[in-house]
């Protein structure tokens, strides 16, 4: 027997502490609905059917009008609703016991990130908020599942305070949908992304360092649109909205999808565009499914496991390690040596380019397009990815992979907003403030320089070994070393001695000559000798 179950008195074993066992219908005035629906799960984990599990969570028992809350517990839930409730029973866990739970695995390693979902009581909030406090985490990822999809308020008035007042100001990303934001805000209207947007603001000024508004319920909007508030900027995340009944879920499965991404290191903007398009690619997966007798039915997490389109997909996302020998074209370079940008791509990739960029100051938008669309057959055919310079609307118009820009281009987070997700995002920086910022604006990699003087960038700065070892040390993300470089100095580059730098972009050693694969070969060979030392 676990040393703690001893602790509680016979009665709370099973049953709901004397303060729990009062009707919520009267605390929450006109807003509880007894016997409506309950018809929302929430969880720690995502979609689920039928069973019973045990987690931080609440339920709803539709056939005595009553709400159970407590903290963490198990619960008997099937598919079934709206009259039975989708929950058939609850069995609420102590607060002591919880407390233990938490300091259980608190104490044992070090959490990098906790995700919360309903707390319906306040003193398991500050059980929460007292277990966090003696063991920080890296971030904190609130859920404040207090409103169902259906309507019905799951949450107490003097919760929703406790909620707002104590564990808010923990957060570093809470992800109301529109019914909680409105509850947290006491019970304005949100119908547009503009009213959004002030919810995210007005629940920021509670204190947490992030907020999402979940737009899955916004009315008349053919997609779906959440909203990021950062403290600074609002972000419109728009995705595809997909129509199905199988949406069981897909709040808890967003938070924990954010909480991953975290966990795995990625900034805010990136961890939610990640977990965004992970749930819209489950729901559209399997939106034909039929399980269950329900109003909502569940949804399909394993997709990537069972579907090879997935996968590929998936596959084609940027790796780091594409950054070693980052080929940069330049219009004027290909016409003084009389070749076409399609031959410069094709020879650069033969001779061992493993990313390309299309920086084409020269061309109009027309041209630039189809040059576009002609490098990107070849780079496709070849499993190299095309990134292209400064020009977001070109990367869009030809499904390129990606974009570079620098500081006065268009902001990584607007490229990242508009390329989503799946695209790659590279940006240009010479300071470590910049490449926190790029970190932050949910980039994948920072190019660094001028490592070496150069005539290709007119007042480009050099920075030197220690300018760039400075830059790599400051950066969260990998880097890619540009300016002046050159087979001959590319070792030089590479051994600063840094682990984040990946590897070299070079424009004129292999563009301003008249071999491009033998140039690119010549830098590649001395590229691979120096991985293989530096492992
Ligand atoms: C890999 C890589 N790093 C840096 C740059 C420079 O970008 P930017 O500062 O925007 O200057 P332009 O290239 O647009 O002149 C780059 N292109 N690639
Ligand atoms: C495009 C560019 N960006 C730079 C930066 O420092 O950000 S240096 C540069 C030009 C690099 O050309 P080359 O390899 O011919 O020196
Ligand atoms: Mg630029």
């Not at 709901?16 to 219908?25: D, G, H, L, V």
């Not at 398991?124 to 007292?130: A, S, T």
Request: aromatic share 6%.
């Amino acid at each position: 027997m676990p040393p703690y179950q001893s602790e509680f008195p016979q009665g709370q074993q099973g049953g709901f502490p004397p303060q729990e066992q009062r009707n919520f219908a009267n605390e929450q005035g006109g807003d509880y609905r007894p016997g409506s629906t309950g018809n929302y799960g929430q969880g720690s984990g995502p979609g689920f059917a039928g069973g019973f599990r045990q987690g931080p969570g609440a339920g709803y028992n539709g056939d005595a009008g009553q709400y159970r809350q407590g903290p963490g517990f198990v619960q008997g839930q099937n598919s079934t609703g709206p009259v039975e409730g989708q929950w058939q029973g609850v069995h609420p866990v102590p607060e002591e016991f919880v407390k233990e739970q938490l300091r259980s695995v608190l104490s044992d390693m070090n959490v990098d990130v906790v995700k919360t979902g309903m707390i319906p009581s306040v003193g398991i909030v500050k059980v929460l908020c007292n277990s966090l406090r003696e063991f920080p985490v890296r971030a904190l990822v609130v859920d404040p599942v207090m409103v169902s999809t259906s309507g019905d308020v799951l949450s107490a008035p003097s919760t929703l305070a406790e909620y707002r007042d104590e564990l808010l100001p923990m957060a570093d990303i809470v992800t109301p949908n529109l019914k909680e934001a409105s509850a947290l805000l006491g019970g304005i209207s949100l119908e547009t992304v503009g009213d959004m947007c002030s919810a995210a603001k007005a629940i920021h000024s509670f204190g947490p360092r992030n907020v999402l508004v979940k737009g899955g319920d916004l009315p008349d909007s053919s997609d779906a649109i959440d909203v990021l508030f950062d403290g600074e900027q609002c972000h419109e995340l728009r995705g595809s909205r997909i129509i199905t009944r199988n949406t069981h879920g897909t709040g808890c499965t967003l938070a924990s999808c954010i909480a991953a991404e975290l966990a795995k290191g990625s900034s805010i903007l990136q961890a939610v565009w990640v977990a965004k398009m992970f749930v819209e690619s489950a729901l559209n997966y399997s939106k034909d499914i039929v399980i269950g007798n329900g109003p909502q039915g569940p949804f399909d997490h394993l997709f990537r496991l069972k579907s090879r389109a997935y996968n590929a997909g998936q596959t084609s996302r940027f790796n780091a390690d594409d950054l070693l020998l980052y080929a940069v074209t330049d219009s004027r370079m290909n016409k003084k040596w009389g070749r076409s940008i399609t031959e410069a791509v094709r020879a650069c990739i033969e001779g061992g380019a493993t990313i390309v960029q299309l920086r084409e100051k020269e061309a109009n938008t027309r041209e630039f397009v189809e040059s576009a669309e002609a490098c990107l057959q070849i780079c496709r055919s070849h499993g190299v990815p095309l990134l292209i310079n400064d020009r977001v609307d070109v990367a869009l118009a030809c499904d390129a992979d990606g974009v570079h820009v620098g500081q006065s281009d268009m902001p990584a987070s607007k490229a990242r907003e508009l390329l989503g997700p799946r695209k790659i995002v590279g940006v240009s920086c010479k300071t470590p403030a910049q490449a926190e910022q790029a970190w932050v604006d949910g980039a994948d990699y920072i190019g660094c320089g001028g490592v070496f003087p150069t005539n290709t960038k007119e007042n480009n700065p050099t920075l030197g070994f220690d300018g760039l070892k400075t830059v790599c040390l400051a950066s969260k993300l990998p880097v890619v070393a540009i300016g002046g470089i050159n087979a001959g100095n590319a070792r030089s580059v590479m051994e600063i001695g840094v682990r984040n730098l990946k590897g070299v972009a070079v424009v004129s050693a292999l563009f301003d000559r008249d071999c491009v694969g033998t140039e690119t070969q010549r830098l590649r060979s001395v590229l691979v000798d120096v991985s293989v030392t530096r492992c």
